[in-house]
């Protein structure tokens, strides 16, 4: 009998700048779907950052952030203004990978063909509920695995509970909901030691709850999310929105105009 050979999925190849010192990859929903589909394959560790203007600017102040946003095996565009400019950097094909629209694109791939996945992240009401409603909409979806940890450090026996729990689950793809920079630190500490491709997507897990809701489209269009959600929500997001949006204008422009910091285009072949 002959045996049986095993093909391993072709590998991603995309092209990646630097938006302020910080990666962002040119993607699109098909592109972000197929490297999923293929880490889940090989059962790989492997973790996605999706960045918006307060990941930029969280990432400019803090190296380590850099750091490890860098160390991503991909970094999609979410925020208008970071897909504006990583085209005027030279990503011409760049489009939005919305958080939101990728849960719900990934648990449709999931459902159909029965790759077993995990929710990590926000409070147990909110988890309990994004379980149902995610179920109800993807009846054949296999969750395994849902958890919300409490709002401190975990211990290290916490922690390697939890790294246990997940990995026997069985769940391959993982998505973590603790908001930014909490989730990217996270997933970065997993790697290795979570065997599921970890996708930090914050606020998706509100939206799918039902406990929030994202602005209008043709909002959405025009680069003024922050706006809506400022309006809707200004005790979570006036200090961070304020901060940040500000400033990012400002180094981006002073970028284009005037240095090349910002600008660094690059092969990323991901693994």
Excluded at 41 to 48: C, E, G, K, N, Q
Excluded at 174 to 193: A, Y
Excluded at 255 to 267: D, N, P, T, Y
Aim: glycine share 8%.
């Amino acid at each position: 009998m002959e045996e049986a050979i095993f093909l391993e999925p072709e590998a991603l190849s995309v092209r990646r700048c630097t938006v302020l010192g910080m990666p962002v990859d040119e993607l699109d929903y098909d592109a972000v779907l197929k490297q999923v589909r293929r880490w889940t394959t090989l059962r790989a560790s492997r973790y996605m950052c999706i960045s918006n203007v307060h990941m930029v600017m969280e990432s400019y102040d803090d190296e380590g952030l850099r750091a490890i946003i860098d160390g991503a095996d991909l970094v999609a565009a979410d925020g208008v203004p970071v897909i504006w400019t990583s085209r005027w950097l030279g990503l011409r094909k760049q489009s939005r990978v919305f958080g939101i629209e990728l849960t719900i694109r990934l648990c449709e791939m999931a459902a159909h063909e029965g790759i077993p996945v995990g929710f990590y992240g926000s409070t147990p009401e909110v988890s309990h509920e994004l379980r149902k409603r995610v179920l109800e909409r993807f009846p054949g979806l296999q969750i395994p695995y849902y958890y919300s940890p409490p709002f401190r450090a975990l211990t290290d026996q916490e922690d390697n509970s939890i790294c246990d729990a997940i990995n026997r689950s069985g769940a391959r793809i993982l998505f973590v909901g603790l908001g930014c920079p909490k989730q990217e630190r996270w997933m970065s500490e997993h790697r290795d030691r979570v065997t599921a491709t970890m996708i930090g997507v914050g606020w998706a897990f509100e939206i799918l709850a039902g406990r929030s809701k994202t602005a209008p489209t043709w909002i959405q269009k025009i680069g003024m999310e922050w706006l809506y959600r400022l309006a809707h929500n200004p005790r979570k997001v006036w200090r961070r929105q304020l901060k940040h949006n500000p400033r990012f204008v400002f180094f981006v422009l002073k970028g284009l105009l005037f240095g090349k910091r910002i600008v660094s285009m690059q092969e990323h072949c991901i693994r």
